[in-house]
């Protein structure tokens, strides 16, 4: 599969960079004013499902400037008694890992893209089950696939994080179809402002 990613959401001919390029223009375009207004609804929709209310332990994310704002959401979860875990940069290593903060203000510091992200004495996920995984993206489509930021991150962090998996994603980043390689990860849901949406599995 390959392809530019169009203002209808289909993905005509350029392959994975193409696409990336395509929705970081859509990306781009899109208005303060609309991200917080789809943010607020993405909240509500996420935290009405019942992945959301039965999840014990959430592996979630600290948005970008481009991504659904899901902060307010994560601060009400660790009152509620919550186990909150972020990805974590390893220098040594140059891969993430998932990390338990306990405390917003006291557990972040700019990370290794100026992302905020748990500081060193935070615990790790290694012998904690996880119930749900947020995952942001550039582009979701209905079969599960997901367009990142070309780093290949979270295809590496995935596969040893249980539980669902679900692309956290606004209305314009759900797409027709994604470009995937054989290591790219699947979700198992995808959730919009709007709606949450199983992934297909059957392709």
Known sequence: MNGVIGG????????????WHAQRLRNQSFSSEERAAQ?????DTLSSHSAWQAAHCIFAFVPRSDEPDILTLLRSALTEGKTIA???????SGIYRGAIIRNFNNDLSPGHYGIPEPVAHCTGLENQSVDLTLVPGMAF?????????????????LPSISGLRCGVAFDHQWVESV????????????????R?????KDV
């Open 196 to 200: 949450w949406v199983k992934a297909r």
């Open 8 to 19: 209808n959401g289909q993905i005509p001919i350029g392959g994975k960079v193409g696409a």
């Open 39 to 43: 943010s607020r609804s993405l909240r």
């Open 141 to 157: 489509d209905s079969e599960g696939w997901r367009l990142g930021r070309g780093k290949g991150f979270y295809d590496r962090l």
């Open 179 to 194: 470009p995937h390689e054989p290591l790219d990860q699947k979700m198992d849901w995808i959730i919009t402002p709007h």
């Open 86 to 92: 972020l990805p974590q940069f390893q220098k040594n």
